[in-house]
């Protein structure tokens, strides 16, 4: 109750409206004084909330790649060379059998710590239901699948084991596949046409969001548009590259020969090394720490190396730490911003000071006419600190409004994504009123330390 009684005591809040009747008398001098602080705070606040921002996303493209994640992709190269003069032939390619379904029983058991080991096939094809035909991508995958990615199901069931195993003419569809060809039904149940096989549906995918941004950068899809069906069902039903046809047993022989292999449907010699022999187009490991992440890659690697006959024709990405090392880039250029707005705060507040200092030469006599009338050196440091104060506060009240209006315009304008945080606001507000109240100490001590008769005096 003291300290309220003392907070509130009249000669207090007669200094404090002799500070506001000085500030409103130079309002266009008061402005200027406070753009370094409305900056500073504007440029705090837009700096956070586009570092939040980036931050969230990269999160939510953690989901989306899965946590502790090692992605096995397969190489499909293409060569051009000339043929040399000596009868045409060049060095022949080293056999491999490509990613298959016997690299992850290798994988599963020979390498410790892993969580899940999800194979997946994708092949592209067309879907057919009540005379809507739409282009769409079939995934062949485990249970393992839906796991990784932390897929939610909006109705329906997942694969059983018996489905799994027999390759059943079963499969899940994305919620984009339901909104577009079953607006008003139920589609459990139902059959939908995905390329030559009808294959029945027995559950749909809750709908997730994924930006263009994370399609582009981390090569994903758009999860919604697509067919999930057992990987076995794919292997059977629909492609199996690992088998050996007769068809490729005698391009083979001819290439053995030095034949060329004219395709029936093209007057063009067929590039071998650009045919995808891969049984599976991915592989995704789960480890169940994150510090063997490089470690389990890096044995991954040797693995599938002696497995393939020294052939490296598969790359290894670990999404994870790649977005980690952005997380930790961005992390760096924040510090930079927030250092570039701490400089326009401490210029602001410099500008404060010269302008009070100055101001004090100004009302030297004010300030001996008040000490001469039996004002206390307490009072002209209150109100001297009180105009600091309100010009910083003013300013920084203007730069919130400033700050939060160039988030939303970088959001709009740009695409980038920003978060305003409570904190963010508060925390430059308070940097800015604790700026008027320490660079308004100096000249609230030079106005209170001036003799009332010499002041009297100046001219």
């Not at 992709?73 to 040399?84: A, D, H, R, S, Y």
């Not at 298959?100 to 892993?114: A, E, H, K, M, W």
């Not at 004090?360 to 004002?375: C, Y």
Request: aromatic share 6%.
């Amino acid at each position: 109750m003291k300290f309220l009684s003392a907070f509130f005591s009249p000669r207090l809040l007669a200094n404090l409206l002799l500070a506001i009747d000085a500030v409103l008398a130079n309002k266009v001098r008061s402005l200027l004084t406070a753009l370094g602080i409305i900056f500073g705070v504007a440029a705090v606040i837009a700096m956070l909330a586009i570092g939040n921002g980036a931050q969230q996303e990269i999160l939510n493209q953690i989901k989306l790649v899965g946590v502790n994640n090692i992605v096995i992709k397969p190489i499909i190269e293409q060569k051009e060379e000339k043929l040399e003069e000596t009868g045409g032939k060049t060095d022949k390619k080293k056999f491999s059998p490509g990613l298959t379904v016997r690299d992850v029983t290798s994988i599963q058991s020979t390498i410790p710590g892993l969580t899940t080991v999800s194979p997946e096939i994708l092949l592209n094809t067309n879907i057919i239901r009540n005379g809507i035909r739409r282009s769409a991508k079939l995934v062949g995958v485990e249970p393992t699948y839906f796991e990784i990615y932390d897929f939610q199901l909006f109705e329906g069931q997942m694969f059983n084991d018996e489905q799994r195993k027999l390759g059943a003419a079963v499969c899940v569809i994305g919620y984009g596949i339901k909104s577009r060809f079953f607006p008003t039904e139920n589609p459990i149940g139902k059959s939908i046409k995905v390329g030559s096989h009808w294959l029945t549906i027995i559950g749909v995918l809750r709908e997730r969001t994924v930006s263009q941004a994370s399609i582009s950068k981390l090569g994903i899809r758009d999860f919604n548009m697509d067919v999930y069906a057992p990987l076995q069902s794919v292997l059977i039903r629909y492609e199996n590259r690992d088998l050996i046809t007769a068809e490729a047993l005698r391009k083979a022989a001819m290439r053995s020969r030095g034949m060329v292999f004219i395709d029936g449907n093209s007057n063009q010699e067929e590039d071998t090394d650009s045919k995808n022999y891969h049984q599976l187009d991915r592989l995704v490991i789960q480890v169940s720490e994150t510090e063997k992440l490089q470690s389990t890659a890096e044995i991954l690697s040797r693995l599938l190396a002696r497995k393939h006959y020294d052939v490296i024709d598969f790359e290894i990405e670990i999404p994870e730490l790649l977005l980690k090392q952005q997380q930790r880039t961005n992390d760096i250029f924040n510090y930079v911003l927030g250092a570039i707005a701490g400089i326009s705060l401490l210029v602001g507040g410099i500008g404060i000071m010269n302008i009070m200092l100055a101001s004090v030469l100004e009302r030297i006599k004010e300030i001996g006419l008040r000490l001469a009338i039996g004002a206390q050196k307490t009072d002209v440091i209150q109100q001297f600190l009180f105009e600091a104060m309100m010009i910083s506060i003013g300013g920084g009240l203007i730069g919130v409004i400033l700050g939060v209006s160039l988030a939303f315009i970088v959001s709009a304008v740009a695409g980038i994504p920003t978060i305003i945080t409570f904190t963010s606001i508060l925390l430059s507000f308070g940097v800015a009123a604790t700026v008027g109240l320490i660079f308004g100490i100096a000249p609230a001590r030079r106005a209170a330390s001036q003799d009332p008769i010499a002041s009297l005096r100046y001219e």
